[in-house]
């Protein structure tokens, strides 16, 4: 049975993500045979897709982690490089033959954002890496604040974000699309929206049976996104190992 998984995007609530991912990868489900990433999801998703899941953990749950960060904006993009050090540095960067892996961003010319969606599987690391930080270069003012939706699509009619790839949540946070062409099986998402349920545009596109979705019980506020401090990340981490614990297996299999 073949199986693919979705990955949305989420800021510091990609804790919880990564915490289910470890439990389900402790527990047999290492590989996917497709990934559709977002954002932090396509970080945590490259490093379960490169068997550094001890990397990924780290990220969220050590002393080196993000906690406390204070975050600089370059041309009003979020300035994320020293947290990609780590993927760029990865020794081990095999992945499995006969998979894909997906990501997202918004592409900005002439003052119109278009989705792109890239199998990364194709390239090499470093390129692969590079393709995953356009799709986690998050508007982000001056000032230290996050840009909304609004402001975003002001900008882009504006022309002051022409010839930038921004964070695929601008377009979509959750994209099943490639994975109902790969024809999987199962699709898992794990989602970083408390209780997440599909868009009905998107229900009406697969058979509702193939799709199992793991999402937080706990709601958190969106102002969160940016909250890496120890004791967030370490609680929403813990939050969705339990939860991978104690999920069914058996849905992944029918």
Request: charged letters at 30%.
């Given at each position: 049975?073949?199986?693919?998984?979705?990955?949305?995007?989420?800021?510091?609530?990609?804790?919880?993500?990564?915490?289910?991912?470890?439990?389900?990868?402790?527990?047999?489900?290492?590989?996917?045979?497709?990934?559709?990433?977002?954002?932090?999801?396509?970080?945590?998703?490259?490093?379960?897709?490169?068997?550094?899941?001890?990397?990924?953990?780290?990220?969220?749950?050590?002393?080196?982690?993000?906690?406390?960060?204070?975050?600089?904006?370059?041309?009003?993009?979020?300035?994320?490089?020293?947290?990609?050090?780590?993927?760029?540095?990865?020794?081990?960067?095999?992945?499995?033959?006969?998979?894909?892996?997906?990501?997202?961003?918004?592409?900005?010319?002439?003052?119109?954002?278009?989705?792109?969606?890239?199998?990364?599987?194709?390239?090499?690391?470093?390129?692969?890496?590079?393709?995953?930080?356009?799709?986690?270069?998050?508007?982000?003012?001056?000032?230290?604040?996050?840009?909304?939706?609004?402001?975003?699509?002001?900008?882009?009619?504006?022309?002051?974000?022409?010839?930038?790839?921004?964070d695929g949540g601008m377009a979509r946070n959750t994209y099943i699309d490639p994975l109902i062409e790969n024809n999987v099986d199962k699709i898992l998402i794990i989602s970083t929206r408390h209780n997440f349920e599909l868009p009905q545009r998107v229900k009406e596109k697969i058979d509702n049976n193939k799709i199992v979705i793991i999402s937080p019980?706990?709601?958190?506020?969106?102002?969160?996104?940016?909250?890496?401090?120890?004791?967030?990340?370490?609680?929403?981490?813990?939050?969705?190992?339990?939860?991978?614990?104690?999920?069914?297996?058996?849905?992944?299999?029918?």
């Amino acid at each position: 049975m073949s199986l693919g998984v979705c990955l949305p995007g989420g800021g510091a609530k990609g804790a919880f993500q990564a915490g289910v991912l470890e439990a389900l990868y402790n527990r047999g489900i290492k590989k996917y045979d497709s990934y559709a990433c977002t954002s932090i999801g396509a970080m945590n998703g490259y490093y379960l897709y490169t068997e550094n899941v001890d990397k990924m953990k780290k990220m969220w749950i050590s002393e080196k982690n993000l906690c406390g960060k204070r975050f600089k904006s370059v041309d009003n993009i979020i300035d994320n490089s020293e947290d990609f050090k780590p993927l760029y540095e990865l020794k081990k960067y095999r992945i499995p033959e006969n998979s894909s892996f997906y990501i997202n961003y918004l592409q900005v010319r002439d003052k119109i954002g278009k989705e792109i969606i890239v199998d990364i599987s194709k390239f090499n690391h470093k390129n692969r890496v590079d393709y995953i930080k356009y799709s986690c270069a998050l508007p982000y003012h001056q000032w230290g604040e996050l840009f909304s939706i609004k402001e975003v699509k002001e900008y882009i009619k504006e022309g002051k974000f022409d010839g930038c790839n921004l964070d695929g949540g601008m377009a979509r946070n959750t994209y099943i699309d490639p994975l109902i062409e790969n024809n999987v099986d199962k699709i898992l998402i794990i989602s970083t929206r408390h209780n997440f349920e599909l868009p009905q545009r998107v229900k009406e596109k697969i058979d509702n049976n193939k799709i199992v979705i793991i999402s937080p019980k706990t709601s958190v506020d969106n102002k969160e996104m940016l909250n890496f401090s120890s004791e967030f990340c370490s609680k929403m981490y813990k939050e969705g190992y339990d939860i991978g614990l104690k999920f069914d297996l058996d849905l992944l299999k029918k």
